[in-house]
């Protein structure tokens, strides 16, 4: 079936610093990347949505220079924490659609990130 | 905008049955799809319905009416190792987003 690789599982990095998180679709083409992002004991939250070979769609509140999404390929796609502080400690996943069955989703392992 | 709700948390016993409801509305809908999270990890899908009625896979079954803006995820016989949050999704038509739920944490006594 359909795989998607997330990079790094964990990660825990200073406060300011950039932290990128990387998806990889293995045996097919992610033409679109979901990114979410979950807090404990919270659901997901949509936070964006990469489109390959054009700019990333934002939810509302989702501040777009702070979460910077690249979506150069036709299967990989980034999503880079910048300036992360302590609010930004999360859970954060990928999921890209299905082409085929029920047409569901495909989602990454999560990146647990830690701000310190 | 999208609101979709589910009971923050419910308990119930080894064998025994649960229904976890689920009420949406969006702008939009192409089907809705049920998950079950472990803490720390991607969700597992179990199931989805797009037209009205009950899709049963086994311990799991799922039940949808879209005039009511309503689903619920059936669990039988239940387990311990179904003790995890479930989350209801919908798909938004035209868009293939996936609007997850507020998500319903699950725990089986013994």
């Known amino acids: 079936g359909a795989v998607v690789s997330q990079h790094p599982s964990r990660v825990i990095c200073k406060s300011g610093t950039s932290v990128k998180i990387e998806c990889r679709s293995l045996?097919?083409?992610?033409?679109?990347m979901f990114w979410y992002r979950q807090f404990p004991k919270q659901s997901l939250m949509l936070m964006a949505t990469s489109n390959e070979g054009s700019k990333a769609t934002y939810e509302q509140g989702v501040e777009k220079d702070k979460f910077l999404i690249n979506h150069a390929s036709l299967t990989l796609s980034t999503l880079t924490v910048t300036s992360a502080h302590p609010e930004d400690s999360s859970f954060y996943i990928c999921?890209?659609?299905?082409?085929?069955?029920?047409?569901?989703?495909?989602f990454g392992s999560g990146t647990r990130l830690t701000v310190v | 905008g999208q609101n979709i709700d589910q009971p923050t948390e419910m308990t119930a016993t080894e064998g025994a049955i649960v229904q976890i409801n689920c009420t949406y509305q969006?702008?939009?809908?192409?089907?809705l799809f049920w998950y079950q999270q472990h803490a720390g990890e991607a969700p597992t899908f179990l199931s989805y319905n797009v037209l009205d009625g009950l899709e049963e896979k086994g311990r799991f079954s799922s039940f949808l009416s879209r005039s009511k803006g309503y689903s619920y995820l059936l669990l039988k016989e239940l387990q311990m190792k179904d003790s995890a949050s479930y989350l209801c999704a919908v798909r938004v038509h035209n868009t293939d987003k996936l609007i997850f739920g507020t998500g319903t944490r699950l725990q089986v006594f013994p």
């Open positions: 999921s890209a659609p299905e082409r085929r069955g029920n047409y569901g989703y495909t």
């Open positions: 969006t702008s939009g809908f192409n089907g």
């Open positions: 045996d097919f083409q992610a033409t679109t």
